[in-house]
Each structure stands twice: as structure tokens, then as C-alpha cells.
């Protein structure tokens, strides 16, 4: 299905950045270039070659017979042994197993993707990859062929192992014998593939095949199972009531264990057992995240947010496991809500930091070991899922905006007294989904054959994985000399305000240019591009116009230097199933009848309305706005690229990058737009072509022929650095070696 594209080198860089500004009447009109044109950037320079000051080669040593290259030290500290000494801050990056166009369970990173990025992720200076299930033998070999080209600077590895949650999630029991037999074999499976010790066979949805490279010399931890969902792990402790503490030989639980607790320490108990009887031992975790930390929470408005705790302290290592443990959480800056509550006005170093007083809380709680977050991001999406405090929201960020705050992460998580922090994600993944897109993206199971913009999930990513084998379709910088002739679909040609409109798309946007008349869009006229999916329906009057038009399901507005989409008030899902609740847009049922010219702006729920326990009140719903759009250049060759700029303009033309989850696609590769129910409730219709026309000022000046496009069954896709990563990549590599600590 996708193919797996390479990074363009620097001379393709600069040669398509030449081809796109280029002054060739085939390139399209001779307009004046953009007033924010800027000299070539590579994209690269942010990820240069790095070899550290001292040598990072692990440096095992053999306690009570067993080999360790990492350790726990005392209540706080967890070390990495290396030959310049004890690195006592360990950084990563969590690392996917697909690629655009696959689903997860397809393991669709190739061999050559994998040598990639190892040499990339090294360059930034992390310490260690860390992996959340079994990978497919190719990952191991080139992590090993990796490691022993370059010694002195290698990857070490977090490894995991997937619970199996599909189990877990129907029996709702952890110690069914079904969840225990499947757990034990994977475990030990893991175990043996890390050592290359394995032939697994096929398994749907699980890689298999021959395992014989032995990555164990850079092993620095396991980190056993996953973010365990809260009513499920409730329902399993009462169902198992009782259940006496595992007094295993390396690990054992507590007799105040939770039957969840006690099951954690039996799996790490048997994967302790498989490195001991191979000679080896390492620090050892479980996966922990803020719905079931151990802290209690009165502040959370949310109750399925606080409704049970999993604690590490009812797991302990016994003095025949040297390698110790430590607690691990994914812990991300803006969720749940009870950290912007509880922790308001705590203080790191004298400045407010709610996150910092969260992280705070943990650790004075894990007083018998280190903690280590294991996972954290800041997406760099158009799209947003939640306010966060200190404006580090879950997505809505620029680039460089959202680079700096996981620049601040690492640093607040260090002056924590934690141990570590490792990033999410290395690279985009184009199927993941969040709350408030989720039931927009149908069918389902396509979402990794399109990249929407608004689901932040998908754009975590220190790598932009985008459309194109080897850059996007067009890019637009103001000039409109990327809509070459030759690639691009004229879609009307006439006289009069609206000379042409051309129309291009890829995975992520639909690319427009609209050759006008003068300048409406500043001069006071304005311009509005109705676009209609939905065959018969929706249209009626503009707003702040006395032009109606038919059929229209969004509308683009530009006028006074600014962009703006709205969409019909009958087909927005929140107008449609939540007006007239506190906090949301009045919902009149005669805005609700298509035709109506009631038009809504295109934005995102971010916050459903909640009673807040701390004060009795009731907070209203909150809101991302995407309007108004960003008007800049998409071209990331130039210093003043912006991956969320969505139009841009210069004298008589107008270009548009308009992301198709913006437009009200619910899956664009298979030309599905979404369209309530009689209920509110989401389904799709089959768009066959997408009509637009053009509106200047108060008239109506282009009925274009519309555009058309074949269904697709794969996706080419690129990747780049994001911009802003260099100021990152400095933080991790003042933090490579030991005694280097930020």
C-alpha cells in the first residue's frame, strides 16, 4: 500500500524551492512575490551530525552474578553506566510501528525507514528509543548494526510489552486465565527477542519471523504494560477481591496490594526470572498515567478521571534484583483537568507551574524510588483537544511554539527531581485519533489514509510526516507560480473579477488558485469561495452580503486581510446536538432547515460543560477557534514557513491550503463528507464533485465546474525536521553525559 519515502537531501530541497519561486511563464501568472519572501533554509539543519564530547558506550558491571548497565540508586536516583560515568537523567523518544496508510497492527516501518532514523534520533541526542510491544527482527538487526558502527554514541533501548488489552477490555478480569496465559507468553517472548533468542510465528496484528540479533548490552529498562483503562481495572480489583500479595523472588507486591498491583508484580516477576536466568538485570517499570496514579484528586470535575489509583510502591524489587525499579507515567501538561485546579499556584524556582506541581506531587508520593516520565508531547496541530495551563494546550501550537514548550518540559521535569523524560513521538502517525474528531473521521478505519489537520493526536510528531513523496503537491507563498498548468485542474477560466481557479489536493488539503481582480479581499469588497458537498441542500443567504447562494455547505470568507470557514448551522455536529446547553451556541431550529443562511464558524469543543467539585460552580464549555486562518507561506524552505498557514495572496491572485477536516470531510480518500443525521448523529455521503463558486463583494462573479478526484488506496509521504527542533536538540545534548544536568 504507502510507500516509504526518504528525506530529500538538501540539493532537491533548494531545487524545488528554485522550481516553486521560479519566474517561468509556465509556472503560472507574473505576480509580485510575497512581501514575507525569504532566502533558502534547509529543513535538515536542525537535525546536524553531533558526536558527543565523552563516550556514551555502556559500561556493565556484575553484581550477585548478574550484569547491569543501569540501576536503581537510593530513592532517587536511576543511573545509566556508561564509559564517562553515571548518567543520572536519562532522555528518549517513543518510537511507532507505522507509517502513513497502515494501520498499527500492520508493523509497516521498513528496514530502510528504521536506518533513518536511528542515525536521526541519535543526532538529537537522546540517550535511548523506547518501544511499546514486540517489533518485527528487522528494528533489532539495524538497532544492532546501529550500535556497533558507532560505539560511542549508541541508542539504548526501553522495551515494552503490550498487555493484551482486547482481552482485558471483554473479561474486564486481569486474572482471567486467558489475560494471564497470553501475558505470560508474551513476556517471555519479549524477553527472548531482546536477547535474539526468538522464532515467533504469525500472529494478526503481532510481528513474527526469526530474532536473532541480541540487543541486550544496550537494554536499559523494561517497562511492562500499558495505559490501563479505569472502569475495567475497577471492575477487575472487585472481581478479585481478596487475592493474596505475589511474593515472587525478584519482585513481589505488598500485602496492601491491589489485585492489579499484585498481577503487575507477578508479570515483572516473570520477566525478571527470563533476564536472570540470562544473566542480566535492569531496572524495571510499569506503565502508569494520571486517570490511575495513586494520588487522590478532589479537584477533578471528571469522576472517571480519579476512579481508581495504581500505585508503584505496592511493587518492590527484592535484594536478589539488583537492578531495582521506578515509577513511570505518560504525564502530559494539560490533562486531566485537576492539575490547572489543584495545582494553580504552586512554584517552581519561583514561577507558577501547575505541571511542576503535579510532577511535585508524584514524586513526593514515590518516596522509595526515582520517577521517570515516560511519555510527553505538545502536538503542533491546527486542530486542538484541550486547554492546558500556561498556554500548553493540547495542540493549536506552531511549530516553533510547540518545540519550545517541550524544550520547557525537559527542563521543568529535571529541576522535579525526576529521573528522566522521553518524548512522544519521534514521527507523526497519521492513524491516531482524539475525542472531538474521532466520530468525524468515518469510515474509522481509513484514518491513516489521510492526515487530518484538526485531530492533534496525529501531528506529535519531532518529524512532520506529510503528503508526498517528495514534498507537498504545491506549496503556497503569495506568488501562485507553484499551480503549474501541466499538474494542476483549471476549474474555471473566464473574464470579468475571476480570471481562473485552479485546484490540486493531496492527503492533507485541498490547494486552490483564484486569479482575481484587483485586491477584494483588502479593499473592502471582500471574497467568499462557497464550496457544496451535499447535492440539494444547505445554501441561503451570506453573511453581512445580500447574496444568496445555493447548495453551499462551507463558505470561505477573506475580506479586511482576513480568512475565515464557516459552515452551514444545520450540518455542525455541536450546533446540532449540544445548543442550548451552558456554554454552547443557541441552537434555533429554524437555523437547523438547509437553506436557512444560518452559518456557524468552524471551530472545536475542547471542554464539554462541568461542575467543578473544589467550588460548586459550573464551568461553561471551551472552545478552539481555528478562525482566523494563518496567512503565510507553506513552503519550509523559506525562514518564514508556517505549517498552519492555510491562504496567502499578492496582487491579483489568491491561494488556498485548506485542510480537508476543516472543509467538513469526514474521509476525503474515499470522498466521504460528513452529514448529520435526523438525530445529530454523525454519518457520511459520497461526494462526487466538489462545487465552488466565487462571490466579490455582492456578486456572484464564478460558478466554477467544480472539482473531482479518484478515491485512493495508499498514500507517499515525506518527512521533515519540524521547525524549532534545534532549540530542543540543544537541551537533550547539554544532557547527554553525566554531570550535565540542565
Known sequence: ??????????????????????????????????????AAVDPWAALPSWTPPGSLAPDPEVVDGLTRIAHQDGPERLVLRTASGEVDYLTGVNVGATVPGHAPGELAVD????????????????????????????????????????????????????????????????????????????????????????TLPPRPGFASGTYRADVSPWLVSWALGVELDPAATLASDRHNAGRPAHAGTY?????????????????????????????????????????????????????????????????????????GRYASFHAYPYYPDFQRYEYATFELDGEVDPYAGYLAALREHHASQPVVVLETGV???????????????????TEPEAMAHLTDLVDVVDRSGWSGTFLFAWADEWFKH??????????????????????????????????????????????????????????HEGTGPVAEVRAIHDAERLYLRVLLEGSPWEDGRGVTIAFDAVPGEG?????????????????????????????????????????????????????????????????????????????????????????????GTTDPTATAF??????????????????WGMLGFADPSSRQFLVPDADGEPTTGTVERLGMQVVVGDEPAAVTAGYAWESWQSVDWHERPRRGLDQLVDALRERALPDARG
Not at 135 to 145: G, I, R
Not at 642 to 659: I, K, Q, R, S
Open 1 to 38: 500500500m504507502g510507500t516509504a519515502v526518504h528525506r530529500r537531501p538538501l540539493a532537491a530541497l533548494l531545487a524545488a524551492c528554485a522550481l516553486l519561486t521560479g519566474c517561468g511563464a509556465q509556472d503560472g501568472p507574473e505576480v509580485a512575490p510575497a512581501a514575507a519572501a525569504a
Open 111 to 198: 528496514r530502510p525507514t528504521w536506518v533513518r532514523w536511528f542515525e536521526l534520533i541519535a543526532r538529537t541526542g537522546v540517550h535511548a528509543v523506547r518501544v511499546y510491544t514486540i517489533l518485527p527482527p528487522h528494528f533489532y538487526e539495524e538497532l544492532l548494526a546501529f550500535n556497533e558502527a558507532n560505539p560511542d554514541r549508541p541508542l539504548y533501548l526501553v522495551h515494552g510489552v503490550w498487555i493484551p488489552e482486547e482481552e482485558f477490555l471483554s473479561s474486564r478480569d486481569l486474572w482471567s486465565d486467558e489475560v494471564v496465559q497470553r501475558m505470560e507468553a508474551d513476556v517471555s517472548a519479549a524477553v527472548a527477542v531482546v536477547h535474539g533468542q526468538a
Open 251 to 323: 519482585v513481589r507486591s505488598t500485602a496492601d496490594a491491589s489485585p492489579t498491583e499484585t498481577w503487575l508484580a507477578r508479570m515483572l516477576d516473570l520477566l525478571a526470572g527470563q533476564e536472570a536466568a540470562r544473566g542480566r538485570t535492569m531496572p524495571l517499570t510499569f506503565t502508569n498515567w494520571p486517570t490511575t496514579d495513586p494520588l487522590v484528586h478532589p479537584g477533578e470535575p471528571l469522576p472517571e478521571e480519579d476512579l481508581v489509583g495504581i500505585d508503584a510502591e505496592h511493587v518492590v524489587t527484592t535484594d536478589a534484583w539488583p537492578g
Open 379 to 397: 502536538p503542533s496541530s491546527i486542530g486542538s483537544a484541550h486547554a492546558g495551563p500556561l498556554g500548553r494546550d493540547q495542540g493549536g501550537h
Open 434 to 491: 482524539t475525542w472531538n474528531t474521532a466520530d468525524r473521521e468515518l469510515p474509522a478505519d481509513r484514518r491513516a489514509m489521510w492526515h487530518n489537520a484538526l485531530t492533534n493526536e496525529s501531528y506529535f510528531g519531532l518529524l512532520a510526516v506529510e503528503p508526498g513523496a517528495d514534498g507537498r503537491v504545491v506549496t503556497i507563498d503569495g506568488t501562485g507560480r507553484a499551480f503549474a498548468p501541466t499538474t494542476t485542474q483549471a476549474i
Open 539 to 631: 445554501g441561503g443567504p451570506l453573511p453581512s452580503t445580500s447574496t444568496t447562494v445555493a447548495d453551499a455547505d462551507v463558505l470561505l470568507t477573506l475580506a479586511d486581510g482576513e480568512a475565515r470557514l464557516l459552515a452551514r448551522a444545520s450540518l455542525d455536529l455541536d450546533t446540532r446536538r449540544l445548543g442550548g446547553l451552558a456554554g454552547y451556541p443557541p441552537a434555533d431550529p429554524a437555523d437547523l432547515r438547509p437553506g436557512s443562511g444560518a452559518w456557524v464558524p468552524v471551530r472545536q469543543l475542547v471542554n464539554r460543560p462541568m461542575h467543578l467539585p473544589a467550588t460548586g460552580a459550573r464551568a461553561p464549555a471551551e472552545w478552539h477557534e481555528v478562525n482566523p486562518l494563518v496567512r
Open 642 to 659: 508556517d505549517a498552519h498557514a492555510t491562504w496567502h495572496a499578492g496582487p491579483g491572485v489568491v491561494e488556498l491550503a485548506l485542510p
